[in-house]
T-cell receptor, first 115, second 111 residues
Framework: DAGVIQSPRHEVTEMGQEVTLRCKPI?????LFWYRQTMMRGLELLIY????????DSGMPEDRFSAKMPNASFSTLKIQPSEPRDSAVYFC?????????????FGPGTRLTVL | DAKTTQPPSMDCAEGRAANLPCNHS???????VYWYRQIHSQGPQYIIH???NNETNEMASLIITEDRKSSTLILPHATLRDTAVYYC????????????FGTGTRLTIIP
């Protein structure tokens, strides 16, 4: 298996632009998670899905952030409009529903820089 | 989820055992102790977990005290590739999917 795939790996954009991050979870996994990592705040959970349905979005910082999962093999995290404080590494992770333990598989991350 | 406390950093000589402590004095009966690590510029990676018995897998061993208030992750023969930030997390196996990462321990393996 290729693992969790994220694209792009690096994104540089200007303040006010729309940014879309993409994630392909591991095939057969039922949960998908979006995390953000910064030096100041560490690794934070933004939102997670179960069977393509958003379950908990309490970590989404504000209305500028939105996430979708149109099918089991694809999810997007969109920031519109982007701001310099959104600069961070964004990780996507997935896990199986029937896993007997809480192992999440993380992708390589997208490093976002907003100028 | 129970709060965990870890030292911010540790060094270990290459080839020696690395022992990483974690305090979780408020852990509840249904919470497991999980360990993840994050190598520089990569996503976190699951290492091991346990409830009350000691556990061992191909990556590490986990020693949990009898009162379950603390635990130690042991990397038996540390290599340079084990340099990473190690996170200790207490949460149940089911019913809570949210991993809450603290600040972890930055382990540096010295050649």
């Amino acid at each position: 298996d290729a693992g969790v795939i994220q694209s792009p790996r690096h994104e540089v954009t200007e303040m006010g632009q729309e940014v879309t991050l993409r994630c392909k979870p591991i095939s057969g996994h039922d949960y998908l998670f979006w995390y953000r990592q910064t030096m100041m705040r560490g690794l934070e959970l933004l939102i997670y899905f179960n069977n393509n349905v958003p379950i908990d979005d309490s970590g989404m910082p504000e209305d500028r952030f939105s996430a979708k999962m149109p099918n089991a093999s694809f999810s997007t995290l969109k920031i519109q409009p982007s701001e310099p404080r959104d600069s961070a590494v964004y990780f996507c992770a997935s896990r199986r529903l029937d896993s007997s333990y809480n192992e999440q598989f993380f992708g390589p991350g997208t490093r976002l820089t907003v100028l | 989820d129970a709060k965990t406390t870890q030292p911010p950093s540790m060094d270990c000589a290459e080839g020696r055992a690395a022992n990483l402590p974690c305090n979780h004095s408020t852990i509840s009966g249904n919470e497991y102790v999980y360990w993840y690590r994050q190598i520089h510029s990569q996503g976190p990676q699951y290492i091991i977990h346990g409830l009350k018995n000691n556990e061992t897998n191909e990556m590490a061993s986990l020693i949990i005290t009898e009162d379950r208030k603390s635990s130690t992750l042991i990397l038996p023969h540390a290599t340079l590739r084990d340099t990473a930030v190690y996170y200790c997390i207490a949460l149940p196996n089911f019913g809570n999917e949210k991993l809450t990462f603290g600040t972890g321990t930055r382990l540096t393996i010295i050649p």
